[in-house]
Each structure stands twice: as C-alpha cells, then as structure tokens.
C-alpha cells in the first residue's frame, strides 16, 4: 500500500473532524489536495474509506479499521522519532495533552512551563475537554496523555496523582450567602451567577448538575478565567464557583467571602491517565513524570524500570 504518513494523519483528522474541509486545514492542505489524497487511498483499497453525507463524514467498516491501524502506525512512528532525536537534530516531538478547567488553569502552567524550557524540541498540542471526554480520548487513542478528576472510571488504563483541590462558592462580603461558611451547589441556584465561558468543561459540568434536578444556572456573564470570575464576584455582580486555590490567591487583593460546597464533586483528586506508559514515546514519559505529583516519583521510577 502506498500511504504516506502524511495520508494517515490527514485521514485521521478528516475522521475526528467529520469534515474534509477541515481535516485539510489541520493539515494545512488545499481542499482539493485532500480529496484527492483519500481517493487515492480508496483506490489503491479498493473500497471506500468514508461515507460523504451532506452534513459531513464518516468512516466506513474498512475506514473504521485503517483509523485503528493509523493510530498505532503514527503513534510507532513518534516513538522510533524519539529515540532517534538525539542523532538527528531539528525533529521534534509531539504530545497530544487532554486536561478538565481547573488543571488546566490552576496547575498546569508551572510545570508544563519547566518541561518544555527543560525539552525544547517538544510541542505540546493542549486542550481543555471535560473528564469523560479526555478518558475516552486517551482510551481510543486520539490523545497521549489526559488529566481527569479522580471519580472518572478510568478502567483499562494507568493512572498517576497529579493534585488535588476543592472548588468553592464566592461571594461578595455584602451578598446574601455570604452569612454561611459551608453549603450545597443547590442551595445556590436562587442566586445569579458568574460563570465562565461556554466553551469551559467546568461550566458545562455546573450547567448540567443543575440541569439534572430540573435548575437552571441564572448566569448573568461568562468570562475566560476563573481570576475574572471572582473580580466581578467582589462587584457583587454575582456569586461564582471557582477552585479554592484560585479564591485563596484572589482573596489577597479582593473583597471576597468563601463558602464551602458540601457537595462530594466539590473535593478534586486530580489523576493523569494514559494507555499505557512504556509505549509512549520517551519525551511523552518523561512529560507525564514531570506532572505526577512529588510522592508519586518513586512508584513513577520503579514501574518504568520493571517495564524496561
């Protein structure tokens, strides 16, 4: 079969895009091209690889099996590209990273930021989904590495501790909550809300506990970053649900009151979860070993040397 691996990655966007369109522009392709590099793979088949519908695409029986096969022949290649990095200077390492809100914005950055000054021909492709989301990406292959909240079942795959933390309620000092030191997500819903943006897994996973017990979150604004949120909470614009580390930090320079949520959601172990850590590329181990959390190192290092 004469496919390229510049054939594999763009028949596994098109897939996860549902789109030629923009399968191509993943690839920064014309569409034209595109087409006719998946036509060019039918042919030399035999059979059609995707079903073109009005609405988009979707892979056949035989496109179902060579998205199988393109993920482990891609994700060979990574790993062959790896270790033979330090023999060819310029190639460059890719890591597909998953995380839910709150890992993402709270503590990702400090470490994601020493790993890539630390690895420099690494890029790491990082986006915000939300945990049952991320487990079935890392399950079916679509990502590397996931960062989920610890009630997910992660059956089936290796998981490591990577925080943990507690989301609270802000108030303003004057708001009518602010009276209670410890309350329950409902007990909230009668009060107008700060929320972040539609876009945000944490603000869809709010909307959807209300929506289970026939609520709906009265948001008044959506912001990008939960240091937005408790700036207009201190307004008194509304109440917020936002970590407790990102209330603690905000409380040293705003007025702001901070209610505990009884709720067992509330309370985040925070786990990273891959397919399997010895068949990652090398730079994707040493990524996930950087994010454990310090008393996870030598259960890290103690696995790795049995696996090797």
Not at 23 to 35: F, I, K, P, Q
Not at 83 to 99: N, P, T
Request: glycine share 6%.
């Amino acid at each position: 079969m004469r496919f390229d691996l510049t054939d594999l990655k763009l028949f596994l966007h098109v897939v996860e895009a549902g789109s030629i369109t923009a399968g191509a522009e993943r690839m920064h392709l014309a569409v034209a091209a595109a087409s006719t590099r998946i036509r060019n793979m039918e042919i030399e088949l035999g059979t059609p690889l995707l079903n073109r519908e009005r609405q988009g695409v979707h892979p056949t029986p035989a496109g179902r099996t060579l998205v199988h096969h393109a993920r482990q022949m891609l994700q060979q290649a990574e790993r062959m590209r790896a270790e033979l990095g330090e023999y060819a200077d310029g190639l460059k390492g890719h890591v597909r990273l998953l995380s839910n809100t709150n890992a993402l914005t709270e503590f990702l950055p400090e470490p994601l930021s020493n790993f890539l000054t630390s690895h420099p021909q690494v890029n790491i492709d990082l986006e915000e989904r939300l945990s049952d989301e991320i487990v079935a990406a890392v399950a079916d292959g679509k990502a590397d590495i996931g960062i989920v909240a610890g009630t997910e079942d992660v059956t089936g795959l290796e998981v490591f501790p990577f925080r943990v933390d507690r989301f609270v309620l802000v108030t303003s000092p004057t708001h009518a909550l602010a009276a209670k030191d410890r309350i329950a997500f409902v007990e909230a819903l009668d009060s107008d809300f700060v929320g972040l943006d539609r876009a945000s897994s944490l603000q869809r996973f709010l909307s959807d506990k209300a929506e289970r017990i026939g609520r709906r979150l009265k948001l008044r604004v959506q912001l990008r970053s939960f240091d937005a949120v408790c700036r207009m909470v201190a307004g008194n614009v509304g109440v917020g649900v936002v970590p407790e580390t990102t209330a603690a930090r905000n409380m040293r320079t705003m007025d702001l009151h901070v209610i505990e949520l009884s709720d067992e959601w509330a309370l985040r172990n925070l786990m990273i979860c891959v397919r399997s850590l010895r068949d990652l590329p090398i730079y994707a181990q040493d990524l996930v070993k950087s994010l454990a959390q310090p008393l996870d190192m030598e259960m890290w290092v103690s696995r790795a040397e049995g696996q090797s």
